[in-house]
Structures are given as structure tokens and as C-alpha cells.
């Protein structure tokens, strides 16, 4: 990879797909729902979603950043800030809910998207990019069979080290074949670092972005 392809690499993909493949058990077939599926941890779960064969449905917070995550692969999408979540959910699923929701985002969508989870469904706990911790009801679990799983990329490296080379192995393979690619969506100058956290921190950010120094 490039240095600009490398920058973007390690973090997002080694999180979504621990998320999915090791904490998640994600499989050909399955229908999974990626919160905040616009920023960079989302459109990786998007494009390991895919390769697995599952079915992704992305939810993001406008039409411009549904239509960037279709362009990466997403089968459909929901505005939530538009739509009702929890019946875009059951329209898209035929009533069954997902099997996999993604969740890096938290706050008021946790719970909503939670209640529409399929049987046995697995809850991925990924992040608070709302900024608000959600406090879900546990019948919710007892009531789908659903498990509410936590994801902590950085521990699962430094505890299980040898099974994140294998993950990372397995993605390298995939981006020597052409299967995978970080999307880097733009660059900054170091000088204009406070642009892009501003940028990131007003939302004005799809994909990864780089500081190139």
C-alpha cells in the first residue's frame, strides 16, 4: 500500500472486521445494519460485510452520505433523520430484523435499532460517536435470543495478538487481490490539521480522511 492507503488501514478495517468476522460470526447470507455507515469505521464494515456475502443495509444521517455508501457497496440505506428507523428496518428485512447490527455511533438510535434485531441476533457495541452511552433494556436480549457484544479493538491486539495477525493477514490478502481498498475520500496538509478535525467534529467527513505531512 501506499503511505496514504496505510494510514487509513489499520484502525477502521482492524476494528469493523473484528468486529464482524470475530465478535460477530457474520455469514454469507445474513443481513447486517451499519450505524454511522458514512465515517470510516462504517464504510469498512460495509465493504467486509460485503466480501463475506452478507446483505448491508447502511443508516446515516443524510441522502448524500446513504448515496457514498451505496457507491461502496450498500444494498440499501436509511436516513434516520428522516425516517423512522425501527420501520425502515422491518420494511427492508421483510420483518425479520438483522442478524448483525453495527453500532459505532450510540445515543438515541442504539435502542430503536436494538428492538429491531432478529432472532439471535448479535448487538455489536462499537462506539459513541453521539457522544451519549445508550442504556438499553435487557428483556430486549431475553426477548430475541440477542446478544449485546463489546468491541475493543485495542485490547483484543494486545491480549489476543496472534489471532490480529491472522485477521490482518486475511485483509492484506484481500487488498493484494483487488477485493478490498481503504476509500480515503481527502487529503490535508499538515498545516491544516485544524480544518480536518473540524471538519470531522462538524460531520462534513465521509470515509477516512489523511493528514499527509
Known amino acids: 500500500m501506499n503511505f496514504v492507503d496505510a494510514a487509513a488501514f489499520p484502525l477502521a478495517y482492524g476494528t469493523s472486521y473484528h468486529a464482524l468476522v470475530d465478535r460477530g460470526q457474520l455469514k454469507a447470507g445474513e443481513t447486517l445494519l451499519v450505524l454511522g455507515a458514512a465515517g470510516g469505521v462504517g464504510l469498512a464494515a460495509i465493504q467486509i460485510g460485503k466480501i463475506i456475502g452478507a446483505r448491508v443495509i447502511a443508516a446515516a444521517s443524510s441522502e448524500e452520505k446513504l448515496a457514498f455508501c451505496r457507491e461502496h457497496g450498500a444494498d440499501a440505506g436509511i436516513d434516520y433523520t428522516k425516517e423512522d428507523l425501527r420501520e425502515r428496518i422491518k420494511a427492508l428485512t421483510g420483518g425479520q430484523g438483522p442478524d448483525v447490527i453495527f453500532d459505532p455511533v450510540g445515543g438515541a438510535y442504539a435502542e430503536p435499532a436494538f428492538r429491531s434485531i432478529g432472532w439471535r441476533g448479535r448487538y455489536l457495541v462499537v462506539g459513541f460517536a453521539n457522544g451519549e452511552i445508550p442504556k438499553l433494556p435487557l428483556n430486549l436480549a431475553l426477548l430475541k435470543g440477542a446478544s449485546v457484544v463489546g468491541v475493543f479493538w485495542g485490547d483484543h491486539v494486545r491480549r489476543e495478538h496472534a489471532l490480529a495477525d491472522q485477521e490482518f493477514a486475511t485483509m492484506l490478502e484481500w487488498i493484494d487481490a483487488g477485493t478490498l481498498r481503504p476509500v480515503v ?28 505531512m
Open 185 to 212: 475520500t481527502k487529503r490535508y496538509a499538515l498545516e491544516d490539521t485544524a480544518q480536518a478535525l473540524d471538519d470531522m467534529m462538524n460531520r462534513r467527513v465521509t470515509g477516512k480522511i489523511v493528514i499527509e
